[in-house]
């Protein structure tokens, strides 16, 4: 893919996610179903929809209204393993849901950063990190191939349903590299293709703001992660997803091609 092309990407992923950032201030529905490119304006179909996802409701009750949008596609932080003190960074962070829990486990004595592109995004995850007193939590505007973030200096990298609208996978995971410490690890909830997409999925730019477009065979994202320097890497399709994936696009078929996954791997301790 070109500089252009992927330019062109990742512009479409901003303009779909700030009119979801935008629909959820004003309580209007976007997209053409709630999805990881929708909101809807009822709270309690993103209630189902998270629970769906893995998270509890005591996980929705424990963050600020409004931070959960219902979207993604798993539950990271059941992978992460948090530990108290810890500094953890999560990618593509949204209005901060995923965040606010990193935080409940790191306690004060840790630290969650939260990156996003969309500066509507931002600014809604900003305002409820002040709305719940989250003071470890701050979140930066930047894209998840150049990350805004010191080398060397994050313990668990987290992210939901957010690499795959990365037009250069490889470059994400080769900074997830970098900004990790010796023996720090990646936990990921994202989409995954289990089957070759047809052109007419893969240049659907509705599709790829829709987490379906843009996934990446389990071996490609092996062979990206071995590539940047992890190690004990483990990829997990959980085949339960295609119940919430195929509405996403209704009527499409696109649960026959991807899958929701989790994703982890560490790196070394000795680099």
Same mark, same amino acid.
């Given at each position: 893919m070109s500089q252009s092309q992927s330019d062109g990407v990742r512009q479409n992923v901003r303009q779909a996610y700030s009119e979801v950032a935008e629909a959820?201030?004003?309580?209007?529905?976007?997209g053409e179903a709630t999805s990881c490119c929708g909101v809807s304006e009822d709270e309690q179909i993103n209630t189902l929809?998270?629970?769906?996802? +893995?998270? #509890?409701q005591q996980d929705l009750d424990s963050v600020p209204e409004g931070a959960d949008m219902g979207l993604g596609c798993g539950?990271?932080?059941a992978i992460a393993s948090l530990e108290a003190g810890e500094v953890v960074l999560d990618l593509g962070s949204g209005g901060g849901f995923d965040a606010f829990l990193a935080a409940?486990?790191?306690?004060? $004595? +840790? =630290?969650v950063i939260g990156i996003d592109m969309t500066p509507a995004m931002l $600014?809604? @995850?900003? @305002?409820?990190a002040e709305k719940g007193g989250f003071s470890q939590v701050e979140f930066r505007l930047g894209e998840i191939?150049? %990350?805004?973030? @010191?080398? @060397? +200096?994050?313990?668990v990298?987290? #992210?939901n349903c957010v690499v795959n609208l990365s037009p250069d996978k490889a470059q994400v995971f080769r900074e997830a590299? =970098?900004? %990790?410490k010796p023996g720090g690890r990646l936990a990921i909830s994202d989409v995954v293709a289990s089957a070759e997409l047809p052109d007419s999925i893969r240049n659907d730019p509705y599709l790829h703001s829709a987490c379906v477009a843009g996934a990446s065979l389990i071996s490609e994202l092996e062979g990206w992660l071995q590539a940047a320097g992890f190690v004990d890497i483990t990829i997990q399709p959980k085949d339960e997803s295609l119940e919430f994936i195929k509405d996403w696009a209704p009527g499409r078929g696109v649960e026959e091609y991807v899958v929701s996954a989790t994703i982890e791997a560490v790196k070394p301790t000795s680099v």
């Open positions: 959820s201030d004003e309580g209007a529905c976007c929809i998270s629970t769906r996802l +893995g998270y #509890s539950n990271p932080r409940q486990e790191v306690g004060e $004595s +840790g =630290r $600014s809604k @995850a900003r @305002a409820n191939e150049y %990350l805004p973030v @010191a080398d @060397a +200096g994050i313990d990298i987290i #992210s590299w =970098r900004v %990790l």
